[in-house]
């Protein structure tokens, strides 16, 4: 067990609609990543939160967001689906950034039908 | 920008025998290289890790050298088990902006039978 926490395990949803992915990063760790894993683009980064502001962006599309809360808990939103977007998205979190290691959760499966 | 390669898979050995999965790099900078696998349903564990040339990370068996001249960090292992059946990633962590963030190969599945 990590200790990094993702819900829901599984999302199945249709084209259009929103979904909200959470993520509970592991005790003490202040930075919050998240990756998208899905068959023709591999594992790829999406953003970064250290202690509640964001610090990194990748190829995270507009439909996408993301924050990181207070308690430091992690929620990344997908609106406006497409079939594309079907995909396990993981969360990962570190104590700072830089170099430290980075723990991941299980993931949360979405499909977009 | 920066990058990984891995070989491809899927690789099938047969227990005890020797494992090589190739990674090779692109980075600007001395990024830090890490080897996480991935089980059936479950989130990417650290496997090893190596943060300057020349570095060997190790653990359970596997190792993987810090090759800057090659920009390489091959894994190995002696003698595979059934049970290291899994999907192997190499990944290198950009140091610029202190952000941290994950740049990974595409992965290898690797399948051990008995």
């Known amino acids: 067990d990590s200790g990094v926490t993702q819900t829901p395990k599984h999302l199945i949803t249709a084209t259009g609609q929103r979904v909200t992915l959470r993520c509970s990063p592991r005790?003490?760790?202040?930075?919050v990543y998240w990756y998208q894993q899905s068959l023709d683009q591999g594992l790829q980064f999406l953003i970064q939160?250290?202690?509640?502001?964001?610090?990194a962006k990748g190829n995270i599309l507009e439909r996408f967001s993301a924050q990181q809360f207070p308690d430091l808990h992690s929620e990344l939103n997908l609106s406006s689906l497409e079939l594309g977007d079907s995909a396990l998205y993981f969360c990962?979190?570190?104590?700072?950034?830089?170099?430290?290691?980075?723990?991941f959760g299980a993931g949360t499966r979405l499909s977009v039908l | 920008g920066n990058s990984v390669t891995q070989m491809e898979g899927p690789v099938t050995l047969s227990e005890e025998a020797f494992l090589t999965i190739n990674c090779t790099y692109t980075?600007?900078?001395?990024?830090?290289l890490f080897w996480y696998v991935q089980y059936p349903g479950e989130g990417l564990q650290l496997l090893l890790k190596?943060?300057?040339?020349?570095d060997k990370g190790s653990n359970k068996g596997f190792e993987a050298t810090y090759r800057k001249e090659t920009t390489s960090f091959h894994l190995e292992k002696g003698s595979v088990q059934v049970s290291d059946s899994a999907v192997y990633f190499c990944?290198?962590?950009?140091?610029?902006?202190?952000?941290?963030?994950?740049?990974f190969g595409q992965g290898t599945t690797l399948q051990v039978k008995p």
């Open positions: 990962a979190s570190s104590v700072a950034g830089g170099r430290d290691i980075q723990y």
């Open positions: 005790s003490g760790d202040l930075s």
């Open positions: 939160y250290y202690n509640g502001e964001e610090r």
């Open positions: 980075a600007t900078g001395y990024p830090s």
């Open positions: 190596a943060t300057k040339a020349d």
């Open positions: 990944a290198l962590s950009e140091r610029s902006g202190n952000t941290g963030k994950l740049i």
